[in-house]
C-alpha cells in the first residue's frame, strides 16, 4: 500500500471509528503496576480490521502461538504482542519475519 493509499484507508478508519468509545488509560496502567494481566485495546482497530482484515488475522497467528495480549498500535501502522519473558517471542518472531519487512523484538520498562 503506498502512501497515498494508506492516507486515504486512514481517512476511511476515523471515518468508521465509534467515537462514543474510549480506551482506558489509567486503568492499563494500574493493571501493569499490580502485575495483574493488563486489557490492552485500542478504539480504531475494528474500524481498521473492516478495511484490512489482515490485522485480525495477525492478532489470531499471535493468539495461536499463545499470544493473547496482542493489539494493533496507533491508526494500523503495526501490532505489538507483549510477553513476560522475551526469549519466549522467538517462534512468532520467526514466523513473522518470513511475511513482513519489518520485524522486531524489544523491551519495555515500567517505572
Do not use: W
Amino acid at each position: 500500500m503506498d502512501k497515498f493509499q494508506f492516507s486515504n484507508a486512514l481517512a476511511e478508519v476515523f471515518r468508521l471509528l465509534d467515537s462514543e468509545r474510549h480506551a482506558d488509560i489509567d486503568s492499563l496502567v494500574q493493571r501493569l503496576r499490580e502485575g495483574r494481566e493488563p486489557i490492552l485495546e485500542n478504539v480504531l482497530e475494528d474500524s481498521a480490521i473492516k478495511l484490512l482484515p489482515e490485522i485480525e488475522a495477525v492478532k489470531n497467528i499471535c493468539l495461536t502461538f499463545g499470544y493473547p495480549l496482542t493489539v494493533m498500535s496507533g491508526s494500523g501502522s503495526c501490532a505489538f504482542v507483549l510477553a513476560e519473558d522475551v526469549n519466549s517471542l522467538t517462534p512468532v518472531f520467526s514466523y513473522f519475519k518470513n511475511i513482513y519487512k519489518f520485524v522486531m523484538i524489544s523491551e519495555i520498562y515500567l517505572f
